[in-house]
């Protein structure tokens, strides 16, 4: 069992909808990551979180430190949208100490105009 | 936050040879981190950089197959060594920086096929 599991792998919506993208993990983490990557490649970070809830946006990212799960959404979803979204976590426990990232599998978006 | 310059963005590279991938970071890092991520998978660190000391190495890779130069606070290089068709990934090198709160920043990464 992956200690960073996503879900939906794959997500196609329509224009416009509300998106709901799931995390969880089965280790104690100090900080959890929200990354989108486009198709070449690169990959630019949406969110560090280690408790509470962060906005910027039309995102959203909460975590949910007892239950040991995040979740990410996208009000208003646009094509542009379109891309893979990756939960990261690093193990250990705060005070955080550059720890390496763990990766989920990634969430494949694809918004339909 | 901070931006990093990884070269080269792609390559094709015969069996046999090397390719040697380089990231340059705007500010003083600890510790850089280099990712793989095969095709259809997620990332998986191959090994953390640390100036002044060698590299630690994760379970499956090795500092023969995967050397690492970090002569400095804001520079690395990671070196595909013998390649093989296997190790047609796409390689990424990332930061997080010296800070309580900050989020990870990550070069455009290098995407090699190796033939």
């Known amino acids: 069992k992956n200690e960073v599991e996503q879900s939906p792998q794959n997500l196609t919506a329509q224009e416009g909808e509300f998106i709901t993208i799931n995390c969880s993990y089965s280790v104690g983490i100090s900080a959890l990551h929200w990354l989108q990557q486009h198709p070449g490649g690169g990959i630019v970070s949406l969110f560090m979180?280690?408790?509470g809830k962060k906005k910027h946006g039309r995102l959203i990212a909460t975590i949910n430190i007892q239950e040991k799960h995040s979740s990410l959404h996208i009000t208003a979803s646009h094509p542009r949208d379109s891309a893979v979204y990756i939960c990261?976590?690093?193990?250990?426990?705060?005070?955080?100490?550059?720890?390496?990232?763990?990766f989920g599998t990634g969430t494949r978006l694809t918004i339909i105009p | 936050s901070a931006v990093i310059s990884q070269k080269p963005s792609r390559d094709i590279c015969q069996r046999g040879t090397s390719l040697t991938i380089q990231c340059q970071v705007d500010s003083q890092v600890t510790m850089m981190f280099w990712y793989r991520q095969q095709p259809g998978q997620s990332l998986t660190l191959i090994a953390t950089a640390n100036q002044g000391s060698e590299a630690t190495y994760e379970s499956g890779f090795v500092i023969d197959k995967f050397p690492i130069s970090r002569p400095n606070l804001t520079f690395s290089t990671l070196t595909v060594s013998n390649m093989s068709p296997e190790d047609s990934s796409i390689y990424l090198c990332?930061?997080?920086?010296?800070?309580?709160?900050?989020?990870?920043?990550f070069g455009q990464g290098t995407r090699l096929t190796v033939v």
């Open positions: 990261a976590v690093e193990m250990g426990w705060r005070p955080r100490i550059n720890e390496k990232l763990t």
């Open positions: 990332s930061v997080i920086q010296d800070s309580m709160n900050t989020e990870a920043f």
């Open positions: 979180l280690s408790s």
